[in-house]
C-alpha cells in the first residue's frame, strides 16, 4: 500500500484513538521527551467512564494528566521507571508509584514479559517517504515497548528533532494502529546552576581527566561545572559515551573539546540513549551525523562500557555510610530519582583498562530549619535505598576531597570516608566508627 494512503488511513483525533484504551489496561507512555501530550490528555478525559488503567512512563517533564484530571486515583494508576521532579511531586502525594530498575535491563522486562504492555502511546518525528517514523530524543528501550505492545499508537510531533541512531531508532506505518498529529512543544529543561561547592567538586575531580578520555556525565550542577571547566581547559579528543545527554555535552561539543576520535567504538560519533535540555541542544542534535541514538541496553551495558580504554564516568549522589553504601535514589523512603544507570556505568568503568567512576556530593545539607546534616552517615538506618553497594563503591567525591574506596578494608574506608566528611561531624563519626568495629585503634 502506498505509505502515505495508509498514514491517512491510521489518522485520527487524540480522542478517537484512545477508545481502544479499556479497563484493566497496561498503558505505556515510554518516557522523557517521547511523552504523548495530546493522547495523555485525551486519555485523561476518559476518567469517568475507565477503571483500573495503569500507566507506565519515566522523569516526565510536564503535569502527566491522567494523574492531573483523576487525583483520587480511581481510573488510572501512574507508575515510574525514574522520577522527574514532577514524578516525585506524585509519589509524596502518593499519586504514583515507583518501578525499581537499572536502565541497562529495562528493554528486557518488557522482553520477557515481566512488563506487559496493552497499548502504547509515544511521541515520533514526521513520517518520510518510507513510511518510516524516527524516534528522536529517546532511544532507550523504545523498540522493546513497542515489540511488547497489542496496539501502538504514534502521537507525530513536527518538533521532534530526527536523531540517527546505531539501531530502534524507528517505525514504520504498517506496524502502528493508529496515528495522531499533536503540536506541544517538545519540553526543555534547564541545566542547574553550579554552586560554590560544585565547583569546587568539579576542582577535585578534574585532575583526574586527560587528553583521548571517553566521557559519561550526569546531570546536575557538578556535572555542568565540571563541562565548563573542560570547555575553558587544554583537553582535547573527548568522546562521549552516555545514558543522558544534556546541555553539559553541549557546552563541550561547542567548545570544540568532543570529536571522538580517540574511542574504541563508535569512532567520531557521539553515542547516547535519552536527552532532555534545552531547545538550543535539540535543534543542535537534529539531523546531526556526528551523534547517534542507542538503546539503553548497549549503551548501559557494562561490556559495552569496559571496551573503552580510558572511560570516565562521573554521576551525583544523595548519601553514603562509613561502609561505602551509596545512595542516590531516597532520602530514608522517600524516592527522589531512581537507580537508573549509576551501577551500569559504576561497574562498566571498573572493567574498563583505565576507567575511573566518580560519584560526587556535598558533604553536608541544611534542612528546612536551618540545621545542618552531614550527608556521610555511621550506617544507613532509615530505610534509603542502596543504589551502589559497598562491594562496588569507586572514587568518592566531596568538596573536601577524593576518596578511592576500591579494595580497601573496613578500617581503611572509614579513615577514608571520614577525611571527607565535613570537619563538624568528624569526631563524630569517629565516635560511631569506634562503636561499629570500624576504627582501628592505630589510626590518628
Request: charged share 20%; hydrophobic share 35%.
Amino acid at each position: 500500500m502506498n505509505v502515505l494512503k495508509e498514514y491517512q488511513q491510521k489518522l485520527q483525533t487524540p480522542e478517537d484513538a484512545v477508545k481502544i484504551v479499556k479497563n484493566g489496561d497496561w498503558v505505556d507512555y515510554s518516557q522523557t521527551c517521547s511523552f504523548p501530550t495530546a493522547l495523555d490528555a485525551a486519555l485523561a478525559a476518559r476518567h469517568t467512564e475507565l477503571r483500573d488503567v495503569k500507566i507506565r512512563n519515566a522523569i516526565s517533564m510536564r503535569p502527566v494528566q491522567t494523574v492531573e484530571q483523576d487525583p483520587q486515583g480511581a481510573a488510572f494508576t501512574y507508575n515510574a521507571w525514574h522520577c522527574s521532579g514532577i514524578d516525585r511531586k506524585y509519589i509524596d502525594e502518593g499519586r504514583a508509584y515507583h518501578i525499581p530498575m537499572l536502565f541497562r535491563d529495562c528493554g528486557s522486562y518488557y522482553q520477557k514479559g515481566f512488563a506487559p504492555v496493552n497499548v502504547a502511546m509515544i511521541s515520533v518525528t514526521p513520517m518520510d517517504r518510507q513510511g518510516n517514523f524516527n524516534f528522536g530524543l529517546t532511544n532507550c528501550c523504545q523498540q522493546a515497548i513497542l515489540e511488547a505492545a497489542d496496539r501502538i499508537i504514534l502521537e507525530v510531533n513536527s518538533q521532534m528533532p530526527y536523531i540517527c541512531g546505531m539501531e530502534a531508532d524507528h517505525i514504520h506505518i504498517s506496524d502502528v494502529d493508529a496515528v495522531v498529529e499533536g503540536h506541544a512543544e517538545i519540553p526543555t529543561v534547564s541545566s542547574p546552576s553550579a554552586t560554590v561547592i560544585d565547583k569546587q567538586i568539579a576542582n577535585l575531580i578534574f585532575p583526574y581527566l586527560h587528553d583521548g578520555i571517553t566521557l559519561q556525565l550526569g546531570i546536575g550542577g557538578m556535572p555542568n561545572a565540571l563541562g565548563t571547566l573542560i570547555a575553558a581547559s587544554d583537553l582535547k579528543d573527548i568522546g562521549m559515551h552516555t545514558e543522558l545527554m544534556s546541555d553539559g555535552y553541549l557546552t563541550l561539543y561547542k567548545s570544540g573539546k568532543i570529536t571522538n576520535r580517540k574511542k574504541e567504538l563508535q569512532r567520531r560519533k557521539g553515542v547516547f540513549s535519552i536527552c532532555n535540555g534545552s531547545r538550543e541542544l535539540y535543534d543542535f542534535l537534529d539531523h546531526n551525523q556526528d551523534i547517534i541514538s542507542a538503546p539503553m541496553s548497549y549503551v548501559n551495558n557494562p561490556y559495552t562500557i569496559s571496551q573503552f580504554s580510558d572511560f570516565v564516568s562521573i554521576n551525583s549522589c544523595i548519601a553514603m555510610d562509613l561502609y561505602g553504601q551509596v545512595c542516590s535514589e531516597s532520602a530514608g523512603t522517600r524516592q527522589i530519582s531512581g537507580t537508573g544507570g549509576q551501577l551500569d556505568f559504576v561497574t562498566g568503568a571498573y572493567r574498563a583498562e583505565h576507567g575511573m567512576a566518580f560519584l560526587a556530593m556535598a558533604s553536608t545539607f541544611t534542612d528546612k530549619k536551618g540545621i545542618k546534616h552531614s550527608r556521610i552517615l555511621p550506617k544507613f538506618t532509615q530505610g534509603d535505598i542502596i543504589t551502589t553497594p559497598r562491594t562496588q563503591a569507586p572514587y568518592m567525591v566531596t568538596e573536601y576531597g577524593a576518596a578511592n574506596l576500591s579494595g580497601l578494608t573496613t578500617w581503611q574506608r572509614a579513615e577514608a570516608i571520614i577525611n571527607i566528611a565535613h570537619p563538624d561531624f568528624r569526631e563524630d563519626l569517629i565516635k560511631a566508627a569506634e562503636q561499629q568495629k570500624i576504627w582501628r585503634r592505630s589510626n590518628t
